[in-house]
């Protein structure tokens, strides 16, 4: 079952905090589940829980590129032991934050602890695209959006942008 991302709008007060999984059971996978399938009908190639609105720390990522088998990643309550020193730029984009992009400058490489399907520590040392997603998403986790890292008037403007499209797209009130 697909299930629509969140807009997550980029106000610190509407910010939640995902709590660390205590059971990985049949629903928590189904939940992996279906993230992986929001995911792919975006299309994106990672997603937090807390976009879908379930306050908990999981991700789920696929770099395959089109046409490749997927790859699929499931991360329970993952979190970054290490980040390098050298940085590197990738343009990102967001679920929570449709149709905007901005280039983000982030460690290139990082090594992170989390725990697989099956409930088993694991942990993988990325670099690349694989480093980008996984601290974009690993921020999801801690209440932080890809925004936070650009400028403050680039992200004062979308900030501005999004306010104005949940207003217009609130109902209007009918009187008497």
Request: charged share 30%.
């Amino acid at each position: 079952m697909s299930i629509k991302p969140l807009i997550i709008l980029p106000d610190p007060v509407l910010r939640q905090v995902s709590k660390p999984v205590e059971r990985i059971d049949e629903p928590l996978l189904k939940l992996a589940d279906d993230m992986l399938e929001t995911m792919y009908d975006a299309p994106g190639i990672g997603l937090a829980a807390i976009q879908i609105g379930e306050p908990l720390r999981m991700l789920v990522i696929d770099l395959a590129k089109e046409g490749e088998p997927p790859a699929p990643h499931v991360f329970i309550n993952p979190d970054v032991l290490e980040s390098g020193t050298e940085r590197s730029v990738y343009e990102e984009g967001c679920l929570s934050i449709p149709d905007y992009y901005a280039e983000v400058e982030r460690p290139a490489t990082v090594r992170v602890r989390y725990l697989d399907r099956e409930g088993r520590l694991q942990e993988m040392q990325a670099e690349g695209l694989m480093a980008t997603c996984l601290q974009h998403e690993i921020d999801h986790l801690n209440g932080v959006l890809f925004i936070d890292h650009i400028s403050k008037l680039k992200r004062d403007m979308v900030v501005k942008k999004f306010k104005k499209l949940a207003r217009d797209k609130a109902p209007s009130r009918l009187a008497g």
